[in-house]
T-cell receptor, first 114, second 107 residues
Framework: DVKVTQSSRYLVKRTGEKVFLECVQD?????MFWYRQDPGLGLRLIYF???????EKGDIPEGYSVSREKKERFSLILESASTNQTSMYLC?????????????FGPGTRLTVT | GQSLEQPSEVTAVEGAIVQINCTYQ??????LSWYQQHDGGAPTFLSY????GLEETGRFSSFLSRSDSYGYLLLQELQMKDSASYFC????????FGTGTRLQVFP
């Protein structure tokens, strides 16, 4: 079974803090994704990566950055957390990004910024 | 812009059939996927349609019409455990998700 793990299920941070969310997948997938999920807005793509050291902006990259130093690990960084970044963050991976592919999701990190 | 529209909420009773519709407007479209998400859980893959027509997987079926930019998920013999949110997603070089349909199944 594909396994995608995220470093924390719940996280509380203060405004202005630098926040790291870690994601690890164990299936040697090329592609990794970070989403945020908010009520009524569905899943919105923040950043994605097709390969090590490669990153692409998604639909809402402002206020975030990412790092992919190893194939299995994809980190999301909030440079200076703000209250409007309080959300559920979901990491996903997939073996390809063409045609028929399934994304495998981690359990999510619920981040609260106070 | 790229977008997918689906109803926000659907209710049904156990044993019934429910259809969740999805219309999409995207470029670079490969096919339409469906994901299920229970409260507090991660989205999990249900089905994928690349070609027009109906794909059946047990109690769930999914349909795609490329000419109409439309698809649906059909859930039969509803069970209480089917209460969840269902997302359609367009497979392009990334997944573009709809805003989700919350299905409530009542006894």
């Amino acid at each position: 079974d594909v396994k995608v793990t995220q470093s924390s299920r719940y996280l509380v941070k203060r405004t202005g803090e630098k926040v790291f969310l870690e994601c690890v997948q164990d299936m040697d997938h090329e592609n990794m994704f970070w989403y945020r999920q908010d009520p009524g807005l569905g899943l919105r793509l923040i950043y994605f990566s097709y390969d090590v050291k490669m990153k692409e902006k998604g639909d809402i990259p402002e206020g975030y950055s990412v790092s992919r130093e190893k194939k299995e690990r994809f980190s999301l960084i909030l440079e200076s957390a703000s209250t409007n970044q309080t959300s559920m963050y979901l990491c996903a991976s997939s073996p390809t990004n063409r045609g028929d592919y399934e994304q495998y999701f981690g359990p999510g990190t619920r981040l609260t910024v106070t | 812009g790229q977008s997918l529209e689906q109803p926000s909420e659907v209710t049904a009773v156990e044993g019934a059939i429910v259809q969740i519709n999805c219309t999409y407007q995207t470029s670079g479209f490969y096919g339409l996927s469906w994901y299920q998400q229970h409260d507090g859980g991660a989205p999990t893959f249900l089905s994928y349609n690349a070609l027009d027509g109906l794909e059946e997987t047990g109690r769930f079926s999914s349909f795609l019409s490329r000419s109409d930019s439309y698809g649906y998920l059909l859930l039969q013999e509803l069970q209480m455990k089917d209460s969840a949110s269902y997302f359609c997603a367009a497979n392009t070089d990334k997944l573009i998700f709809g805003t989700g349909t919350r299905l409530q199944v009542f006894p």
